[in-house]
T-cell receptor, first 113, second 113 residues
Framework: AQKITQTQPGMFVQEKEAVTLDCTYD???????LFWYKQPSSGEMIFLIYQGSYDEQNATEGRYSLNFQKARKSANLVISASQLGDSAMYFC??????????FGAGTRLFVKA | ETGVTQTPRHLVMGMTNKKSLKCEQH?????MYWYKQSAKKPLELMFVYSLEERVENNSVPSRFSPECPNSSHLFLHLHTLQPEDSALYLCASSQDSGDYEQYFGPGTRLTVT
């Protein structure tokens, strides 16, 4: 069965600095997708970025980029130039192309002024 | 309204009550999901509907009963719940299955007393 691991329960970053949130996965599937979601204190989950297993380039969306290392089965999220509004829970998720998305336990990010 | 809406936002119910959670999406999506988010646990997929047909039931107890009358609406009927069912229940939708991001509602915070 597929498995998603986020080893950092909490992270601190200084405003305007970059931060990397770790995500590793375990699968024998050849085709899959990896997502990152942000959950502010309001509870709503917000889609940030997507990486397909066959994509040759790392995905980028504004200040978000995904450091995808397929051989190592890692899909770390990099947030550049952190802002106070980035303080939230961040979830890594795995999708096999069906309907079943598996989420990691999440990382709480705190951005310090 | 836009996006995915959920009502009520907060619900307190006794173990003998019957209540329903409502989710509505205004995005023209074909798939809708119910997730349970408990404290200190990864997001758990409960049910998936695609074109109003249930395509995934993740071993959820029968005291949770989903209903999808049309592609825009999804309900979760609750009866004889247990205190451990207290959690944030999130609804999501996506264009279809596969590599599509999911759009989440704000969630319903359920407390079972």
């Amino acid at each position: 069965a597929q498995k998603i691991t986020q080893t950092q329960p909490g992270m601190f970053v200084q405003e305007k600095e970059a931060v990397t949130l770790d995500c590793t996965y375990d699968t024998s599937d050849q085709s899959y997708g990896l997502f990152w979601y942000k959950q502010p204190s309001s509870g709503e989950m917000i889609f940030l970025i997507y990486q397909g297993s066959y994509d040759e380039q790392n995905a980028t969306e504004g200040r978000y980029s995904l450091n995808f290392q397929k051989a190592r089965k890692s899909a770390n999220l990099v947030i550049s130039a952190s802002q106070l509004g980035d303080s939230a829970m961040y979830f890594c998720a795995y999708d096999t192309g069906g309907f079943k998305t598996i989420f990691g336990a999440g990382t709480r990010l705190f951005v310090k002024a | 309204e836009t996006g995915v809406t959920q009502t009520p936002r907060h619900l307190v119910m006794g173990m003998t009550n019957k209540k329903s959670l409502k989710c509505e999406q205004h995005l023209g999506h074909n798939a809708m999901y119910w997730y349970k988010q408990s404290a200190k646990k990864p997001l758990e997929l409960m049910f998936v509907y695609s074109l109003e047909e249930r395509v995934e039931n993740n071993s959820v107890p029968s005291r949770f009963s989903p209903e999808c009358p049309n592609s825009s609406h999804l309900f979760l009927h609750l009866h004889t719940l247990q205190p451990e069912d207290s959690a944030l229940y999130l609804c999501a939708s996506s264009q279809d299955s596969g590599d599509y991001e999911q759009y989440f509602g704000p969630g319903t915070r359920l407390t079972v007393t």
